[in-house]
């Protein structure tokens, strides 16, 4: 397969996280800002800077999951793309303050207890240049498994995915609106959605933020 | 600008009607489909079925505006695809039956009257080959403006989009089911979006539905 070939075949995928999309549209928007980009919670077998990359960004992720980060560096050695995802704690972000134009977090912060998620953004705000834009989503009270496994408190539970344990924090649909009190919201989505998932019907609910840093 | 640049141009294009995004990850995966998909309301600025052109698929469309019509037209013939949009009416779809692997309407159905799009979903069901997919969304009473303007009954109201008339019908998010009661419902999601349009925080509510016709 020759580097053309190669190019193509990585424009031609479908990233299943479809909000993605919607964020890189209010990306391309911002013409002022430099095309570089962190992704928090990076890994997976379909890693979706890989659509950003495609699309010029610089990208960087970090994934804490040491499994997890080889399902993305494989994809990306299969695309000949450069992503630059290590491992890393998106607690504790090692970039330097304003420098990224653009961060997200998809589908990932919830694993976390909700201080962790608090402070998570507050580093992603960290490292993202003013102006620039920042896309978190979360997992809310609709979602069928709310309320299920052990309760920490404040709807965060301890629960079982293929009997690994994992924390879901689980916020009402306005709740994260209190992290993103300095930052002016461009985009937010409330969303319960049903689908058959191994053979039955899962609902789900998310609340997805597209949120911008003040300007210097 | 050769055809290989004007190739690539068309497949850099982020596609506002991000949900069919969703709706073209399905149709991949249903590889025993012939590749052929109807757009009803094909037509603006941005024709979303040049999204399924740059995949492969042969493409159609149908758009009641004749203004709408040459807008989908002209994005055509600049990103040089062949889309096939032509005018016409939902209502009485112009094609065979059992001719299609996949139809959607994207934000379109619900700019007529209940009974209307109730003919209209019967008739892109028609045309829609055993085992293909449907992709249809509807406005919700979760939606801001629903309740303005003239009530024709049912969550049936004339507004006005600059100063245009226009219908707008409001469903329950459940309502739509009744539709589809002969079909599949692969992926149903419920949500309700604010966003800043023209300086103001609007709020909008939609239900999107992915269904499959039964197999022969």
Same mark, same amino acid.
């Given at each position: 397969?020759? &580097? =053309?070939? =190669? ?5 031609? #995928?479908?990233? %299943? ?14 013409? *002022? ?17 890989? /659509?950003? &990359?495609?699309? !010029?960004?610089?990208?960087?992720? @970090?994934?804490?999951?040491? %499994? ?9 050695? $299969? ?8 491992? !890393? #704690?998106? &607690? $504790?972000?090692?970039?330097?303050? +304003? ?9 990932? @912060?919830?694993?976390? &207890? %909700? ?7 507050? +580093?992603? =705000? ?5 102006? !620039? /834009? ?19 408190? %404040? ?36 969303? @319960?959605?049903? *689908?058959?998932?191994?053979?039955? =019907?899962?609902?789900? !609910? ?11």
């Amino acid at each position: 397969m020759n &580097r =053309k070939t =190669k190019g193509d075949y990585a424009m031609l #995928d479908i990233f %299943k996280q479809i909000p993605l999309y919607r964020f890189l549209q209010y990306c391309q928007e911002e013409s *002022r800002l430099p095309r570089t980009i962190l992704d928090c919670g990076a890994g997976g077998s379909q890693p979706p800077l890989s /659509l950003f &990359r495609t699309y !010029g960004y610089e990208t960087n992720g @970090v994934e804490f999951d040491p %499994k997890q980060l080889e399902l993305a560096n494989e994809y990306a050695r $299969h695309k000949a793309q450069l992503l630059h995802i290590q491992q !890393g #704690d998106m &607690r $504790h972000l090692d970039f330097a303050s +304003e420098s990224m134009g653009f961060v997200y977090s998809y589908n990932s @912060v919830f694993h976390m &207890r %909700k201080a962790d998620v608090q402070q998570s953004v507050s +580093e992603m =705000k960290r490292i993202l240049m003013p102006g !620039g /834009l920042m896309f978190v989503n979360f997992l809310t009270v609709n979602d069928s498994r709310c309320g299920q496994g052990r309760d920490l408190g %404040k709807h965060e539970h301890e629960q079982f995915d293929d009997s690994v344990p994992v924390i879901h924090s689980y916020y009402e649909p306005g709740e994260p609106d209190l992290l993103f009190s300095d930052m002016e919201i461009l985009y937010k989505e409330d969303r @319960v959605l049903e *689908r058959i998932y191994e053979g039955e =019907k899962i609902r789900q !609910g998310f609340v997805d933020y597209i949120v911008k840093k003040a300007d210097a």
